[in-house]
């Protein structure tokens, strides 16, 4: 038979096994490589190149989902919940490289361990690509990885069975309220009555510049009008303040009286407009460099950004794909729409282009090699383009190369690169897996145990005594840092709250990228010493 027929094979059949599920649990994708295990241990082989070029194009896309949220995460409310995923990895890394010393197993074998245990399929392609060995990684990986899943799955399921209910479902307190009503983004009407600010503009008030907060309309004869180009404060005016309450209060005790209730004629379907930013005239700029309301009549209201959606401040920087509210006159309106580029299609179009040269900036970063007293370190073609992916997801786009690309056209590329990978992997060690586990039976299983075990219990207890985290927030992060997916679907049905998707979603890149580069690093400290 062909191999590259029995490539497409193997793929399908790990496909439709993956998607089976056995008391709320299935493999997923990460089915093909016990397949390909299976086949490989008959002898047949597949076309050689396929597993390199899939796991450079699944890491390089893993860093292009993970960039907009990795380092955000590190300076923003979730660097606890980041933190925490931090010491998971690391626990990890620790036992692991305990166990391969206490039983004495090998160094590549230990990786795949680790990466099975922590379910990280990035981390089975970083040590496979940095080892001698890499069937010792996949076989070890092949052990792990059910282990890794079911673990996980159980703690979640015992620590909701201990939990006393009011820490599943917890009622909404008066200060959960307060946190809501200040987080939304919420209008409320201002009267001027500050005579400090008599005769300036909104931009040269610096209460104002300095705050996510835009004055968006003016009450004009009992009708809320957009702001025009060249008004200035008078007394009596009528404001519409737009941001975060928090900002809104802080704002209006410079401006004058704040109103809770707004009373008035409001045109929001011909005065107010999403455009998408797609021209280099706009991205790249400030709003106050930009002048859009002195120039042009429209105010940027709002400003949608990685599925999150904000009020900018004047030092706000527009990027390429920013959804912009624009709130102006109809006219003003259609005429600033060409400068600003709003062509969604741009943002439907894969750019093959970018993700070419993005990969092969990667590959070459991930040769460059670094000598520590005798210790060579090198990115390799896993770690290199998950960081050149990192850095093209956090800017969005750099000089000619884009690092955004539609969601759809993303999943395909992750799963077809992860597939290609794992079919090839897989195949590799099938001929090793008897060796192997008659060699070393069920240690392996042990050590495979404890690597799962010691760091869910030392993320759980830190989330718990040190930073005090609910229960919900606390499962979350820790799914996060163990890059389990079937964890945080056993959450997400247990209970209704949104608590464990966010932490979930601030522990998870740390921890991917965090597991992705430690693994070949403890592959290679372990050959070292």
């Known amino acids: 038979m062909s191999p590259l027929v029995i490539l497409l094979c193997i793929i399908a059949a790990g496909l439709f096994l993956g998607r089976l599920s056995i008391l709320g649990i299935s493999f997923g994708t990460s089915a093909i490589l016990f397949v390909a295990l299976l086949v490989g241990h008959f002898g047949w082989t597949i076309p050689d190149g396929f597993g390199t070029l899939g796991l450079a194009l699944f890491v390089y896309c893993v860093g292009i989902s993970a960039g907009p949220t990795f380092f955000r995460g590190l300076a923003s409310r979730g660097k606890v919940m980041a933190c925490l995923g931090a010491v998971i990895v690391v ?43 890499p069937a010792a990684v996949a076989v070890g990986f092949g052990v792990a990885y059910p282990i890794g899943i079911i673990s996980v799955v159980l703690f979640v399921q015992l620590a909701f069975k201990w939990a006393s209910p009011e820490s599943i479902a917890p009622t909404p307190s008066s200060s959960d309220s307060d946190a809501l009503r200040d987080s939304s983004i919420q209008r409320r009407m201002v009267e001027i009555v500050n005579p400090g600010i008599v005769g300036k503009r909104p931009s040269q008030v610096e209460v104002l510049s300095d705050s996510r907060c835009q004055i968006s309309r003016v009450l004009v004869q009992s009708r809320w009008t957009p702001t025009p180009p060249d008004y200035a404060f008078a007394i009596g005016d009528r404001v519409m303040l737009l941001g975060e309450y928090s900002e809104i209060a802080r704002v209006a005790e410079t401006l004058g009286v704040l109103h809770e ?109 670094l000598d520590f007293e005798g210790l060579t370190v090198s990115l390799g073609i896993a770690g290199g383009p998950l960081m050149v992916g990192l850095l093209l997801g956090h800017f969005r786009k750099v000089g000619p190369i884009r690092g955004s690309f ?43 145990l404890a690597i799962v075990s010691f760091p869910l219990l030392i993320g759980y207890c830190m989330a718990r005594f040190v930073f005090g985290l609910s229960l919900l927030q606390n499962l979350g992060a820790t799914c996060g840092g163990m890059t389990s997916t079937p964890g945080l679907a056993v959450l997400t049905g247990a209970t209704e709250s949104s608590q464990p998707v ?28």
Not at 301 to 307: D, F, G, K
Not at 440 to 446: K, S
Not at 508 to 517: F, K
Request: charged share 15%; glycine share 8%.
């Open 502 to 529: 966010t932490s979930y979603v601030a522990a998870y890149p740390v921890a991917l990228v965090m597991i992705t580069i430690l693994g070949p690093l403890l592959v290679e400290i372990l050959n070292w010493m």
């Open 91 to 133: 626990t990890g890394a620790a036992i692991t490289w305990c166990c391969a010393k206490l039983l004495d197993l090998p160094a590549d074998l230990a990786g795949g361990l680790m990466a099975g245990s922590m379910t990280s399929t990035p981390a089975l392609g970083a040590i496979s690509e940095s080892v001698e060995d």
């Open 406 to 448: 539609p969601p759809a056209a993303m999943m395909l590329m992750t799963e077809s690169g992860l597939a290609l990978f794992l079919a090839d992997a897989g195949i590799k060690a099938g001929k090793n897996v008897g060796p192997v586990l008659a060699e070393h039976g069920l240690v392996l299983c042990f050590a495979a």
């Open 261 to 369: 209730e707004e009373k008035a004629i409001l045109d929001a379907d011909h005065e107010r407009k999403t455009v998408v930013v797609t021209s280099p005239e706009i991205y790249g700029h400030t709003l106050k460099a930009l002048k859009l309301r002195s120039r042009y009549g429209v105010t940027v209201a709002r400003i949608r950004r990685y599925e999150i959606e904000f009020v900018p401040s004047s030092q706000t920087q527009i990027l390429f794909g920013d959804r912009l509210t624009l709130v102006g006159e109809s006219s003003n309106l259609a005429n600033i729409e060409p400068i600003v580029g709003h062509r969604p299609r741009t943002l439907n179009e894969t750019d093959l282009l970018s993700v070419v040269i993005g990969i092969a900036i990667g590959i070459l970063v991930g040769h460059a090699e």
